[in-house]
Structures are given as structure tokens and as C-alpha cells.
């Protein structure tokens, strides 16, 4: 069909992921060297338009402030040429500590994240 596979957006959302906690120092080592890990628990995507082979694409990750103890990003994947709006997403994580126990408060090392980001 010449458009990219469905099962290939995921993987689009988690490079624009690790880019983001590269930029902002909210990479998935340091928050298990925090003593967590930050697992999906929740992922969802929107078709607008399909993404063609060979076509440039920018795709823009957005995190969402949230109070309670979770990690949320929208996305968009725009064509990079025209900007045309293609797909849209979500993800949300949650924190686990190291015995895989959901923790139900952020762990102080987001909060003082969140602080040093003003979100």
C-alpha cells in the first residue's frame, strides 16, 4: 500500500520519547538509577492521514502536567514539508519502584524534576 504499518507508530512515539528525556534529563537510566521504572500502561493513536514511504515527517512530543503520580505525552507526527497534521497520540506511564510495586505518589526525584521544568 505504500504507507508506513500501523505497529511502526509505537515505535516513532518512543524515539520521540527518549529524545525528550534526553533534552530534558528524564531518560529511562536516570529514573531507574532513581530507583523506578516508568512503564506504558496506556498507549492510543489516531489516523488523520497515512504516512507514505519516503515521506519526511517531524514528529512533536508534548508532555502534559499531571498531579498524580504518571508520566503523559501527547504527540503529533506532522509531514515535514507541508506540516499537515498526519496522526496524533498518546502514551502514559506509571512508576514502579525497583520490586515492581506501583507507586501511587511521584517519587521525589519527578517532583524535583517537575520544579527545575516549571510544569
Known amino acids: ?63 502534559q502536567p499531571t498531579e498524580a503520580a504518571k508520566i503523559v505525552f501527547d504527540y503529533e507526527i506532522h509531514d515535514a514539508v507541508t506540516d499537515e497534521l498526519l496522526v496524533t497520540g498518546k502514551t502514559v506511564q506509571v512508576f514502579l519502584d525497583l520490586n515492581y510495586e506501583l507507586q501511587w505518589e511521584s517519587p521525589a526525584f519527578f517532583e524535583d524534576w517537575k520544579k527545575r521544568w516549571n510544569v
Open 1 to 63: 500500500m505504500k504507507i508506513v504499518w500501523h505497529g511502526s507508530y509505537p515505535l516513532y512515539f518512543e524515539d520521540a520519547r527518549e529524545a525528550f528525556g534526553k533534552q530534558y534529563e528524564l531518560e529511562y537510566l536516570r529514573i531507574y538509577d532513581n530507583g523506578y521504572y516508568a512503564p506504558l500502561v496506556d498507549m492510543e493513536y489516531h489516523f488523520r492521514k497515512p504516512l507514505r514511504y519516503g515521506q519526511q515527517a517531524r514528529i512533536d512530543i508534548i508532555y
